[in-house]
């Protein structure tokens, strides 16, 4: 019945119909006299018992975690002889660029406890899935992230002076100082805003990923894109994750879920966030290809996206989750004392034993790629650019305030005129009570 479907889309859509959707609605659905298995439409190839078992998480298998080099930098796999098919200047930009988020975070952090900005975020000790993972997408690929994930837009092209204009919330602002700080977003490469509502990306990079997948069908001389879409262990109880992933399934699309699991959603441990094996094990339930990676190795990170990347564009795609585990070295936000609910030892003992940054520049130095006056020199040098940027940004203009009636809707309305004329005549009436000088044109903008 739903075959009919197809018969009335282009020959191109007949030839990428993925594989499994045909195996499945070709299957006779009537239940063969003497077959050992069922023929509900619901569970195909499901074996007929007499035992009455029920099955428990505890006697499944954990899935394991892929890892290509362990906390000494060393690598693990026996056969390997490089830890990547990329070459040493590539893994040296990943290295500096998970060291230019944890010197920005660093700084940031404090400049915030000092009240020269309102809110931060840091991702310290997920430096390593940000970028890893964000090495193994192309600049055409979209991203929906979270908010941890600086070190995507940095790996993604990000400059300095996007992250001040943002989190300063000035003139040069791509988000027109609209959203609290943090809440990055870019045209291109294709970083949709990020959001504070948890989840709400999930289901939203299903439906990018299946246009994109019927842009490629419509178009198969565009390079294949997929959509990343990133999100903490707290985040998937949302129901947006369940939605998010069994529409992605469904319906065949290129989305690549990347979940960081580092232990909290600010005081929630995960042993209160959930009872089964993780998130990875959930993947398998929406009948999604899963694997879970240690966040802290780079090299696990990016091979285990590549490989995600590749199946995702299979058979005219499919969804693929990625689970990456690490420890929230830091505390939630600036409004969190994390020492309030987890004890400081526990911390220092993460900080201590092993780290994404830490672990990449052993493997460095063990290859004769960095040392000590390399490290010293480039952090240095990374200071001084995030504190020029950071001054700049401080110093610049805020948007017109006419910007805040603007992009409410596609045009402005209107009562959103009257609003702002209202606006301008109290500013001018209270001049002194209103300081405007700091936003560009003042109230002529109004
Ligand atoms: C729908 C919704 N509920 C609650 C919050 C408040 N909140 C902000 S961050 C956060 C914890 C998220 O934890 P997780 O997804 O594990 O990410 P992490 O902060 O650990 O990176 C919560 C509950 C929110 N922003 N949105």
Same mark, same amino acid.
């Given at each position: ?13 007949? +030839?990428?119909? *993925? ?24 569970? +195909? ?7 009455? !078992?029920?099955? %428990? ?6 899935? *394991? ?6 906390? $000494?930098? !060393? ?5 390997? %002889? ?66 941890? =994930? ?22 040069? $602002? ?6 609290? *700080? ?55 109880? =949302? ?8 529409? !992605? ?30 998130? !990875? ?47 929230? +070295? ?15 030892? =526990?911390?220092?003992?993460? %900080? ?80 002194? =009570?209103? $300081? ?11």
């Amino acid at each position: 019945m739903s075959l009919s479907l197809f018969g009335r889309l282009p020959r191109a859509v007949r +030839v990428l119909r *993925p594989a499994r959707i045909t195996a499945r609605w070709s299957s006779s659905l009537s239940q063969r006299p003497g077959s050992d298995r069922v023929q509900f439409p619901g569970a +195909v190839n499901s074996k007929f018992t007499t035992d009455m !078992a029920f099955m %428990k998480p505890s006697d499944m298998p954990y899935i *394991p975690t892929y890892r290509v080099m362990d906390s $000494d930098g !060393a690598l693990v796999g026996t056969d390997k %002889k490089r830890p990547v098919d990329v070459s040493d200047q590539e893994i040296l930009t990943w290295y500096r660029n998970m060291l230019t988020v944890s010197v920005m975070d660093g700084i940031m952090f404090e400049a915030q406890r000092q009240g020269r900005l309102s809110f931060y975020m840091v991702s310290a000790g997920e430096e390593g899935i940000s970028v890893g993972s964000a090495a193994a997408l192309t600049p055409d690929d979209t991203v929906f992230a979270q908010y941890r =994930e600086a070190g995507v837009f940095q790996q993604r092209g990000f400059t300095l002076k996007d992250f001040m204009s943002q989190l300063f919330a000035n003139k040069n $602002d791509s988000g027109k100082g609209r959203n609290m *700080p943090v809440h990055y977003g870019s045209s291109y490469p294709r970083n949709h805003t990020i959001s504070s509502p948890l989840a709400t990306q999930i289901p939203q990079a299903s439906g990018a990923a299946y246009a994109l997948k019927l842009q490629a069908l419509q178009n198969p001389n565009v390079p294949s894109r997929i959509v990343a879409c990133y999100f903490g262990e707290g985040a998937a109880s =949302e129901g947006d994750f369940h939605a998010g992933l069994n529409i !992605a399934a469904t319906r065949s699309c290129p989305v690549v879920f990347i979940c960081r699991n580092n232990g909290y959603a600010i005081s929630t441990p995960t042993l209160e966030q959930y009872r089964g094996d993780g998130i !990875a094990s959930r993947g398998l339930g929406y009948g999604i290809d899963t694997i879970r990676v240690d966040g802290n190795d780079i090299f696990a990170v990016y091979e285990a996206t590549r490989e995600a990347r590749r199946i995702a564009l299979e058979g005219g795609g499919r969804p693929v989750l990625v689970e990456a585990m690490s420890y929230r +070295v830091s505390h939630h936000s600036t409004s969190d004392d994390s020492f309030a609910y987890r004890a400081r030892v =526990e911390v220092e003992d993460w %900080k201590r034993r092993d780290n994404p940054i830490i672990r990449l520049r052993k493997w460095l130095e063990n290859q004769g790629l960095w040392n000590e006056d390399l490290e010293r020199d480039t952090r240095s040098q990374m200071r001084k650019s995030v504190l020029q940027e950071f001054g700049a940004a401080e110093r610049e203009k805020k948007p017109p305030i006419r910007v805040a009636f603007e992009d409410v809707y596609e045009e402005v309305t209107e009562e959103q005129q009257a609003q702002m004329k209202e606006l301008r005549r109290i500013l001018e009436t209270y001049p002194e =009570e209103y $300081d405007v000088r700091q936003f560009e044109d003042g109230v002529n903008s109004l």
